[in-house]
T-cell receptor
């Protein structure tokens, strides 16, 4: 089992809809979780961080963490074409000071 | 968010030469910096983790003598690709974080092409 798993997509949603991106992980000791967005040919940029169970909202983005079920999700409300990108889930785990990334989910927001 | 500057953003070099890439945290002190490479449409592959003043920790399969990492200060880390070959052509990205359990911020990336 991979340490961090994401569906590669592409996930297609119409403009204005809610996009739901999911991530599961295997290391129960993980404490810190992050969502990054990466446009083609660019480096990742941080969208959200979440450290405790529950929801965390920031503008159109909501991160959800459930440590018991070992998943973290990202909801994007009122999706825009500019949200089209690859979304990377990352967590601090592996017993060391490093982030482990999933392979990313490609999101396409269609007009 | 914090700013991480990576330079150069792209470079073309001849086979057999060495290339140095710089990564600077501009408005914070980074206890740890990370170096990744990424092939087209693939995920990030961690190459090494470097802590200021100590030797870098390389991931399995990454050649230490080929990818030299120096983290001389809390704001600067460098990656030198030595004796570059065409298969080293890739997108190299650095990231930096202040401390454990905090966000990591990425540089703009360096696209290396070896001809």
């Amino acid at each position: 089992q991979k340490e961090v798993e994401q569906n590669s997509g592409p996930l297609s949603v119409p403009e204005g809809a809610i996009a739901s991106l999911n991530c599961t992980y295997s290391d129960r000791g993980s404490q810190s979780f992050f969502w990054y967005r990466q446009y083609s040919g660019k480096s990742p940029e941080l969208i959200m961080s979440i450290y405790s169970n529950g929801d965390k909202e920031d503008g159109r983005f909501t991160a959800q963490l459930n440590k018991a079920s070992q998943y973290v999700s990202l909801l994007i409300r009122d999706s825009q074409p500019s949200d089209s990108a690859t979304y990377l889930c990352a967590l601090e785990g592996g017993g060391g000071n490093k982030l482990t990334f999933g392979t990313g989910t490609q999101l396409k927001v269609e007009l | 968010g914090a700013v991480v500057s990576q330079h150069p953003s792209w470079v073309i070099c001849k086979s057999g030469t060495s290339v140095k890439i710089e990564c600077r945290s501009l408005d914070f002190q980074a206890t740890t910096m990370f170096w990744y490479r990424q092939f087209p449409k693939k995920s990030l592959m961690l190459m090494a983790t470097s802590n200021e003043g100590s030797k870098a920790t390389y991931e399995q399969g990454v050649e230490k003598d080929k990818f030299l990492i120096n983290h001389a200060s809390l704001t600067l880390s460098t990656l030198t690709v030595t004796s570059a070959h065409p298969e080293d052509s890739s997108f190299y990205i650095c990231s930096a974080r202040r401390e454990l359990n905090t966000e990591a911020f990425f540089g703009q990336g360096t696209r290396l092409t070896v001809v």
